[in-house]
């Protein structure tokens, strides 16, 4: 069985600042899927990035970067000029190969963006 | 417009009152699934659906139902709901994984269920 490890329950950053955000997992496949979900405040569960095991180069989505490290099973959010609107729950997930399978999730980051 | 619609949003009701929280796909996807939201777990999975009248057990079934008589129906059922089930639900969907279909099938989330229950 799969297992994930968020082991920042509390972050905080200033406006305008980085912050990465870790997350651990355990596996034996070799393919397979991480992902990061932001929830904010609404509640909604929101897609932020994606990261293909087999791919080496780390996926990035405007200021949303993964640090993958396979190896070390390994895979941290990096969250650029951080903005307000970064506020919210962040959780870690992993999934199997193709899609269509269940997700394990970490316990969560809650991050919180000050003036 | 794709989406995953759950209904009722919020809920609070008492011990023992059985209640349905309901689950539609427009996606015509075969995998659906629901999971629990508590705080300090992370979101944990109830029960999964492959496809129509195919259900099973996630990592958390005990004093949950479900069925899967549409595909693009999954209804969520406390027989007898108690305290300990107050939480946030959420329903997701999928195509199922398959090897001739490129690509990642991406799981599409509900908009949540918050329900307590006193």
């Known amino acids: 069985a799969q297992t994930v490890t968020q082991s920042q329950p509390e972050m905080s950053v200033q406006e305008a600042e980085t912050v990465t955000l870790s997350c651990t997992y355990d596996?034996?496949?070799?393919?397979?899927?991480l992902f990061w979900y932001k929830q904010p405040p609404s509640r909604q569960m929101i897609l932020v990035i994606r990261?293909?095991?087999?791919?080496?180069q780390n996926a990035t989505e405007n200021r949303f970067s993964v640090n993958f490290q396979k190896a070390a099973k390994s895979f941290s959010l990096k969250i650029s000029d951080s903005q307000l609107g970064d506020t919210a729950m962040y959780f870690c997930?992993?999934?199997?190969?193709?899609?269509?399978?269940?997700?394990?999730f970490g316990t969560g980051t809650q991050l919180k963006v000050e003036l | 417009e794709a989406q995953v619609t759950q209904n009722p949003r919020y809920l609070i009701t008492v011990t023992g009152k059985k209640l349905t929280v309901t689950c539609s796909q427009n996606m015509n996807h075969e995998y659906m699934s629901w999971y629990r939201q508590d705080p300090g777990l992370g979101l944990r999975q109830i029960y999964y659906?492959?496809?129509?009248?195919?259900?099973d057990k996630g990592d958390v079934p005990e004093g949950y139902k479900v069925s899967r008589k549409e595909k693009r129906n999954f209804p969520l059922i406390l027989e007898s709901p108690s305290p300990n089930q107050t939480s946030l639900y959420f329903c997701a969907s999928s195509f199922l994984w398959d090897s001739n279909r490129l690509g990642y099938n991406e799981q599409f989330f509900g908009p949540g269920t918050r329900l307590t229950v006193l």
């Open positions: 659906s492959m496809n129509v009248e195919v259900t």
């Open positions: 997930a992993f999934d199997g190969p193709g899609g269509g399978n269940k997700l394990t």
């Open positions: 990261q293909e095991a087999y791919k080496q």
């Open positions: 596996t034996s496949e070799n393919n397979y899927y």
